[in-house]
């Protein structure tokens, strides 16, 4: 039994040594000798592409999101179907709902010239173009940890079970973000991202006509634009100002006005540690952006291919051909 328990000791230390390394080998000047002009290039195709449409910053960020969320930040989230594997984009969580793909595809073949060759990977050009996109729309930027590889494969079956449902509860949302190592701190503040974007009708129906935690005027703001059946894509914005970085979001919270069940989960109003994180960063909008730049490294170090571990895609949405 001692023998049994110290061998499991064993284990859990190497594993944690290795996630250790893996993260270490991230750097903030990964690119500065092999391809200074990187995320100088980044930034102005990212700015580009939000001052042409400002929902694109939204999209941006949730790619990264959802890519870190499946296996770790390893750029998987962009691989096309092929007919050996059928990749994350058509997973429910994903399908007719994430975008940004050609933006991605643009900033990687403007690298592959300046770079001179296949050097910066998709998962950093993710985590790059997220930060980017929040510092477009009135954010405060905050250092990336770089050095990703991409994946060589990617998983529906683990797409449509590792990414939160915006109909989760908060034990659900709470379980699901430690299941990925981020603590409540993390779900709140991460979540804050929703002060950015849209969602579809057929994501936010069932609140708006079945739910009672929600304002009675929003709601019938909401169905307005939503009718009990049909116009499944028509959208609504995820708080007031969906192209500007700002606490409105929790403000919504707190007036019973999010519009999706997850985010309300966020603050019932019951007093709990949940309800003081919203209270909190509505009420302090310099903490928030201190805190979200803290929660998105965190969330760009989820389990990064790193040294030789998978590859720098050439074409993000395909493996390199040997």
Same mark, same amino acid.
């Given at each position: 039994?001692?023998?049994?328990?110290?061998?499991?000791?064993?284990?859990?230390?190497?594993?944690?040594?290795?996630?250790?390394?893996?993260?270490?080998?991230?750097?903030?000047?990964?690119?500065?000798?092999?391809?200074?002009?990187?995320?100088?290039?980044?930034?102005?195709?990212?700015?580009?592409?939000?001052?042409?449409?400002?929902?694109?910053?939204?999209?941006?960020?949730?790619?990264?999101?959802?890519?870190?969320?499946?296996?770790?930040?390893?750029?998987?989230?962009?691989?096309?179907?092929?007919?050996?594997?059928?990749?994350?984009?058509?997973?429910?969580?994903?399908?007719?709902?994430?975008?940004?793909?050609?933006?991605?595809?643009?900033?990687?073949?403007?690298?592959?010239?300046?770079?001179?060759?296949?050097?910066?990977?998709?998962?950093?050009?993710?985590?790059?173009?997220?930060?980017?996109?929040?510092?477009?729309?009135?954010?405060?930027?905050?250092?990336?940890?770089?050095?990703?590889?991409?994946?060589?494969?990617?998983?529906?079956?683990?797409?449509?079970?590792?990414?939160?449902?915006?109909?989760?509860?908060?034990?659900?949302?709470?379980?699901?973000?430690?299941?990925?190592?981020?603590?409540?701190?993390?779900?709140?503040?991460?979540?804050?991202?929703?002060?950015?974007?849209?969602?579809?009708?057929?994501?936010?129906?069932?609140?708006?006509?079945?739910?009672?935690?929600?304002?009675?005027?929003?709601? @019938?703001?909401?169905?307005?634009?939503?009718?009990?059946?049909?116009?499944?894509?028509?959208?609504?914005?995820?708080?007031?100002?969906?192209?500007?970085?700002?606490?409105?979001?929790?403000?919504?919270?707190?007036?019973?006005?999010?519009?999706?069940?997850?985010?309300?989960?966020?603050?019932?109003?019951?007093?709990?540690?949940?309800?003081?994180?919203?209270?909190?960063?509505?009420?302090?909008?310099?903490?928030?952006?201190?805190?979200?730049?803290? @929660?998105?490294?965190?969330?760009?170090?989820?389990?990064?291919?790193?040294?030789?571990?998978?590859?720098?895609?050439?074409?993000?949405?395909?493996?390199?051909?040997?």
């Amino acid at each position: 039994m001692a023998k049994s328990h110290k061998l499991i000791l064993s284990l859990l230390s190497q594993l944690l040594l290795i996630c250790h390394l893996s993260i270490a080998d991230l750097t903030p000047d990964f690119y500065d000798d092999i391809c200074p002009q990187a995320l100088p290039t980044i930034q102005t195709l990212v700015e580009a592409a939000v001052a042409d449409e400002p929902r694109m910053g939204a999209s941006l960020v949730r790619l990264h999101f959802h890519d870190c969320f499946v296996n770790g930040c390893d750029g998987s989230v962009l691989l096309d179907d092929t007919p050996t594997m059928t990749g994350e984009k058509t997973a429910k969580p994903n399908n007719n709902s994430i975008r940004g793909f050609d933006v991605i595809d643009s900033i990687k073949s403007n690298l592959n010239d300046v770079c001179q060759g296949n050097v910066v990977s998709c998962a950093d050009i993710l985590a790059v173009a997220a930060r980017d996109s929040i510092v477009a729309l009135g954010g405060s930027s905050y250092g990336v940890l770089l050095g990703r590889r991409d994946a060589t494969s990617a998983s529906l079956d683990a797409a449509n079970s590792n990414i939160p449902a915006p109909n989760f509860n908060l034990s659900q949302l709470l379980s699901n973000f430690d299941s990925h190592g981020l603590a409540m701190q993390d779900l709140v503040v991460l979540s804050g991202a929703h002060t950015l974007g849209f969602a579809r009708c057929t994501i936010f129906r069932n609140r708006i006509y079945n739910e009672s935690t929600i304002d009675p005027d929003y709601a @019938a703001s909401l169905e307005s634009v939503c009718p009990i059946s049909g116009d499944d894509d028509v959208l609504a914005s995820l708080d007031d100002t969906p192209a500007s970085v700002d606490t409105d979001y929790y403000q919504g919270l707190i007036q019973s006005r999010g519009l999706l069940d997850s985010d309300q989960q966020l603050y019932q109003g019951d007093g709990s540690d949940t309800d003081s994180l919203v209270q909190y960063y509505s009420d302090n909008p310099s903490n928030f952006w201190s805190d979200f730049g803290a @929660a998105m490294i965190n969330l760009g170090n989820l389990s990064p291919l790193t040294g030789d571990g998978g590859e720098v895609r050439e074409n993000c949405r395909v493996v390199n051909q040997n």
